[in-house]
């Protein structure tokens, strides 16, 4: 790798409980009133559909980030949509082909938990995708991307960056708690033993989609109240900045 990006991201940040609510509460408010204008209840007219994704590391704190966001919203005015594994009908497209249709239109909102990046990610460690699929997948990931924005979203896009002890910290407290097991698998312990190879897809990824169209916001997720606020302000400053 030419220079480590991982590396430089600051995760002794920390933000105590008092002014953590009183900045998640203010972010927040701003953050609903951003989303009626561009969904056309403040207004009238419909704005740039918002498209959201979230990757990360395995317990980095995404779902956590997502309902911060979302927890001001009307839930009839955006969606959450979750991708893992393709099916097998699915893999007889190309791999972008199962994200169009929850793309959104004029006025709306998604958030992708998990994405298209799954191809120079797992499908990459995992060989699920040749050395020639992936390696193709920067230049088709940033055609998709600049077609999108083009065409006017707003595209935000996050990366949750955990150490690895802290990744094992929080694995070890869901297996502990029996309301949170579900989040925990064999394979994301399995995963932990292949870290320095998602790493450097992580590395790679981050240093040959970051455009200037479509920029990455990596988030030291070290600190959940701290990454919870720094998501909200990001996307705050993403859709004023779009909007001009």
Not at 129 to 138: H, I
Not at 195 to 218: C, R, S
Request: hydrophobic letters at 40%; a positive charge.
């Amino acid at each position: 790798m030419e220079h480590s990006i991982l590396d430089h991201v600051d995760l002794g940040q920390t933000l105590n409980r008092k002014e953590y609510n009183r900045l998640l509460l203010a972010r927040q408010k701003e953050f609903l009133a951003l989303r009626l204008r561009l969904g056309g209840q403040i207004g009238g007219k419909p704005g740039p559909p918002l498209l959201i994704l979230f990757e990360g590391w395995d317990a980095a704190g995404k779902g956590g980030c997502i309902r911060r966001l979302t927890e001001p919203l009307d839930p009839r005015h955006y969606s959450v949509h979750q991708y893992q594994a393709p099916t097998d009908r699915e893999k007889r497209h190309h791999f972008l082909w199962r994200f169009w249709p929850a793309v959104p239109g004029k006025g709306g909102m998604c958030i992708f938990d998990r994405t298209w990046y799954g191809r120079v990610l797992v499908e990459r460690v995992e060989g699920f995708a040749t050395v020639p699929e992936w390696r193709r997948a920067y230049k088709e990931i940033q055609h998709w991307e600049s077609l999108l924005i083009l065409d006017g979203t707003i595209l935000i896009k996050f990366f949750l960056h955990i150490s690895a002890g802290e990744q094992k910290r929080r694995f070890e407290s869901r297996a502990k708690d029996p309301l949170r097991q579900w989040k925990l698998t064999e394979e994301d312990w399995r995963n932990r033993g292949k870290h320095q190879a998602y790493q450097d897809a992580i590395e790679e990824m981050l240093q040959k989609t970051d455009t200037v169209l479509a920029p990455w916001t990596v988030v030291a997720a070290e600190s959940k109240r701290v990454a919870r606020i720094r998501v909200l302000e990001m996307a705050i400053q993403s859709i004023e900045a779009a909007l001009g």
